[in-house]
């Protein structure tokens, strides 16, 4: 079946310009991940939702970065006011359940460099 | 809290040459581990993971890691290098504790020489 996607692929923008980012999780899967990858590091969580369970943003780096998932499925990573250091790939994934042992799918990412 | 600590962010194995990735971690509950792989311009991929039971784990294209709680360690190992498998390699660590989220170490390149 269909893996993780997310749209777009690659995104250049102006500092302070806002963007969105969009993932399509497996069908089916409740959990959805957002994380982010900075060039030569590791990945750093931003935000999950299970369900209709309110989502947990602990990792959101600021107020100018937000997420929403509609019915249960799609999912769009918004950055406000970008700035430099938002630079990096954003990666969506996705799981079958919320649990800690579940094996999150990932998608190919967004690269998004911010000039 | 837990962290994932990768010893040496590149590595250069020549074909056929024992891969050996080393990962430690920091958790305050029994920890769920994980290895994953990421190709050029890919997303992650899941090599293998240890949630309960044998601690010696195997995982896809003849990779496999052991458990070593005494060590807090998850070491990731191959026999054989390919040329195939020249990509980057991540640990991830979970723990309910912890709300189920992934915790990443840096990352390791490894890079096959033939």
């Known amino acids: 079946g269909a893996g993780v996607s997310q749209s777009p692929s690659n995104k250049v923008t102006e500092k302070g310009k806002d963007v969105e980012l969009r993932c399509d999780p497996i069908?089916?899967?409740?959990?959805l991940y957002w994380y982010r990858q900075r060039l030569g590091q590791g990945l750093e969580f931003l935000i999950y939702?299970?369900?209709?369970?309110?989502?947990?943003k602990s990792g959101l780096p600021s107020d100018r970065f937000s997420a929403e998932r509609t019915g249960g499925s799609v999912s769009t990573l918004t950055i406000q006011r970008t700035q430099q250091e938002d630079s990096a790939v954003y990666l969506c994934?996705?799981?079958?359940?919320?649990?800690?042992?579940?094996?999150?799918?990932f998608g190919p990412g967004t690269r998004l460099l911010v000039l | 809290a837990q962290s994932v600590t990768q010893l040496g962010s590149h590595v250069s194995v020549s074909e056929g040459a024992l891969v050996l990735l080393r990962c430690n971690y920091s958790s305050s509950v029994p920890p769920y581990l994980f290895w994953y792989v990421q190709y050029p311009n890919q997303g992650l991929q899941l090599l293998l993971k240890y949630t309960t039971g044998a601690t010696l784990v195997k995982g896809i294209n003849g990779f496999e890691a052991e458990f070593k709680k005494s060590e807090t360690s998850f070491h990731l190992t191959k026999p054989s290098a390919h040329m195939s498998d020249a990509a980057e390699y991540f640990c991830a660590v979970s723990a309910e504790a912890a709300g189920n989220k992934l915790t990443f170490g840096g990352g390791t390149r490894v890079l096959v020489k033939p």
């Open positions: 069908s089916g899967h409740t959990a």
């Open positions: 939702f299970q369900g209709n369970s309110a989502p947990d």
């Open positions: 994934a996705s799981s079958l359940f919320k649990g800690v042992s579940e094996t999150q799918y």
